[in-house]
């Protein structure tokens, strides 16, 4: 399947119109999130990489052009136009890993104007999905409050390609190993993995179970206690750790039940046999509200394994995002619709400590005592960053969430940083407001005061 042809056929149809008109002067597409989903009081902006990978090999070839003849019921000569368009467009993003704000832009990109239409789809999906996904991973981190966290998520995700890229997030984010196998050689990230209920099944008993899977492999070992009763389970496990002289680094996994009663008793009986220094390792349906209520009530868990409700951000499975047209061929463009306004113009957010951030134009002059967020990463449609090792940039984001107000890194009912407007903008807004309504209704409405995005 053509990545070209993975788009929204309206992407196609109205690139053709603006070609047709002669309408292909440099535009720019600001990309933002308008609302922060709920129990979330910021964002982890991801999926930059990507994009520009999708941006760097964008290319509308023949068979691309018959597809599209093909969606739309018209002969390919119609199409022909695009045969041969690239990407050869300037963008400017904010770095992967980056904590980001309602409203403020994650992308920005710029290019003749059918180009930009044309990617809009893609570029919008990577940068969607994967900021959801690495915010709700930031928070397993933050809730885990240095508990060991890793992932698990493979097996549920929304496709294969879903799983690589939440692993890869979870690296990104400050996990500490992943059962993805394809990503953590990518990567050279920790692979971790234990054992199924149906390995121990397999065999006529726990012990020997157990036994036989720390014979294959050596050094610690990880050993599944609750497929038939947990406390007998962990009693087993201890007997054969002891036997086999393998307690140090090994631990046992908790996957089903009340985790927090389980953990408990499961501490006692390791205890008791004198195996303090092996860990217990939490899994089955958690993520950041699960590990934050255990380790509040104060369950001895060394390692959350986080699975199915991560990969897919269960609680909050997509993002209010957009990508809309903000400048054409040097004129800044605004959308008024109700409840759905965006700020016109080419934009810049301005981080200052604790990420109380400004959001303003491009060009103008940073306020005192802050730092321009977004980068230029592609030029000519070729890229001219890259992002740094991956520990740099999970040291930077620890730093910055760790500047965050107290009260936005909630689990529950966090409050949400928001970011201001610079006056410049605000400004250039009231401006192209005003122009918009005089060629549109002929006047300026009267009390017009809908919020501004993006």
Avoid: W
């Amino acid at each position: 399947m053509s990545e070209t042809t993975t788009t929204d056929l309206y992407e196609v149809t109205m690139a053709l119109s603006y070609l047709r008109e002669r309408m292909t002067e440099p535009a720019t597409f600001s990309c933002f999130v308008r609302q922060l989903p709920p129990d979330r009081g910021f964002l982890v902006c991801a999926g930059a990489e990507s994009a520009l990978s999708y941006l760097s090999r964008y290319r509308v070839g023949l068979d691309d052009a018959k597809a599209f003849a093909e969606a739309l019921g018209r002969p390919l000569h119609d199409l022909m136009p695009l045969v041969g368009t690239r990407f050869t467009g300037t963008v400017r993003a904010v770095p992967e890993g980056r904590v980001v704000l309602a409203g403020e832009p994650l992308m920005e990109v710029t290019a003749p104007l059918p180009q930009a239409q044309l990617v809009e789809t893609c570029v919008l999906n990577h940068l969607s999905h994967q900021t959801m996904v690495a915010s709700k991973c930031i928070r397993c981190v933050i809730a885990a409050q240095g508990h060991a966290v890793v992932d698990f998520s493979l097996r549920r995700t929304h496709g294969t390609a879903a799983g690589l890229q939440a692993a890869r997030l979870a690296a990104l984010t400050g996990y500490a190993g992943t059962s993805n196998v394809a990503t953590a050689r990518a990567l050279n990230f920790p692979a971790v993995g234990t054992m199924a209920h149906s390995y121990v099944e397999a065999f006529e008993n726990e012990e020997a179970a157990f036994t036989a899977f720390a014979r294959c492999h050596p050094g610690p070992v990880t050993l599944l206690v609750d497929t038939y009763d947990t406390e007998s389970g962990v009693a087993v496990a201890a007997r054969v750790l002891r036997a086999l002289g393998r307690a140090d680094g090994s631990a046992i996994r908790l996957d089903s039940g009340d985790l927090k009663e389980l953990s408990f008793r499961a501490r006692a009986v390791l205890d008791a046999a004198g195996l303090t220094q092996v860990r217990i390792i939490a899994s089955g349906g958690l993520d950041e509200f699960a590990v934050h209520d255990l380790l509040s009530a104060g369950a001895p868990i060394d390692v959350f394994a986080v699975g199915t409700r991560v990969g897919v951000s269960a609680d909050a499975p997509y993002l209010d995002s957009a990508y809309k047209l903000v400048e054409y061929d040097g004129r800044p463009m605004m959308k008024l619709s109700s409840a759905k306004v965006t700020a016109p113009g080419r934009k810049q957010v301005f981080r200052r400590r604790g990420c109380a951030d400004v959001i303003g134009l491009a060009d103008e002059t940073p306020p005192v005592g802050s730092v321009p967020l977004l980068e230029t990463m592609m030029r000519g449609g070729a890229r001219c960053t890259y992002l740094p090792p991956l520990e740099e940039v999970r040291r930077q984001l620890t730093a910055e969430v760790a500047q965050l107000p107290a009260a936005a890194r909630e689990i529950r009912s966090p409050v949400p940083v928001r970011a201001t407007v610079s006056k410049p903008l605000a400004a250039l807004t009231v401006r192209v407001r005003q122009r918009i309504e005089r060629a549109v209704f002929g006047t300026t409405p009267v009390g017009r005061s809908d919020h501004v995005s993006g």
